[in-house]
């Protein structure tokens, strides 16, 4: 079946440091990958999508590499800010779906002052 | 504000009560989904819809469960006879048409507990 692994712990960073989160996907070969934030009782807000033929992709502080090889995604945050505090979620498109996706579980970030 | 809305935010009911909410997409968007999400997990897949065809269905989403989107505007999930499993977040999601990759907006989302 379909899996998505994303970091269960919860990862906690000084600000100003780089964090990084992983998704990791079995059985999959997706045409491209998503990246959420979450915030307490909020909905998910799209962040990037990284396409396969893409390697890296940029967005202000933000930074996301595919590797289909390894089956992994690693998502950058730079200059870390207390405010990148929230649940990030990984999301892949759902195999002989239309467009809906499946998602990880997320990783929570908590960034220090 | 022309985001995706959901109504209500939260909802408690009693065990064996049926609830329904509805959801508002962003208006050029002819791609509706619903998602269950519970605490510590991501959000799971219920239902999909392209404009009034509800085109896909979760095995999650079980005989007490019906979502419908008339004229392909708003929809709505009702849930019969709750269980206290069904305590969760009910978030809403739209996205354009066309091919290849985009983006969901999501709503707030509809927090429902049964007591």
């Known amino acids: 079946s379909q899996k998505i692994e994303q970091n269960s712990e919860a990862l906690n960073i000084q600000e100003g440091k780089t964090a990084t989160l992983t998704c990791n996907y079995t059985?999959?070969?997706?045409?491209?990958l998503q990246w959420y934030r979450q915030d307490p009782g909020r909905g998910p807000v799209f962040l990037l999508l990284?396409?396969?033929?893409?390697k890296e992709k940029r967005k202000e502080r933000l930074k996301v590499t595919f590797d289909t090889t390894l089956k992994q995604s690693l998502f950058h945050i730079t200059a870390s800010q207390p405010a990148d505090s929230a649940t990030y979620l990984c999301?892949?498109?759902?195999?002989?779906?239309?467009?809906?996706?499946?998602f990880g579980k997320g990783t929570s970030l908590l960034v220090t002052p | 504000d022309t985001g995706v809305s959901q109504d209500p935010r939260h909802k408690i009911t009693k065990r064996g009560q049926n609830v329904t909410f509805r959801c508002d997409p962003i208006?050029?968007?002819?791609?509706l989904y619903w998602y269950r999400q519970t605490l510590g997990q991501g959000p799971e897949f219920l239902t999909y819809f392209q404009n009034e065809a509800q085109l896909e269905k979760s095995r999650l989403l079980s005989d007490r469960f019906s979502a419908e989107r008339p004229k392909g505007s708003f929809s709505t999930l009702e849930i019969q006879r709750t269980e206290q499993g069904d305590s969760a977040m009910y978030l809403c999601a739209s996205s354009p048409s066309g091919q290849g990759a985009s983006e969901a907006f999501f709503g707030q989302g509809t927090r429902l507990t049964v007591v």
């Open positions: 059985n999959y070969s997706p045409a491209y």
């Open positions: 990284i396409r396969e033929n893409e």
């Open positions: 208006s050029e968007h002819n791609r």
């Open positions: 999301a892949l498109r759902r195999v002989d779906s239309g467009y809906a996706l499946n």
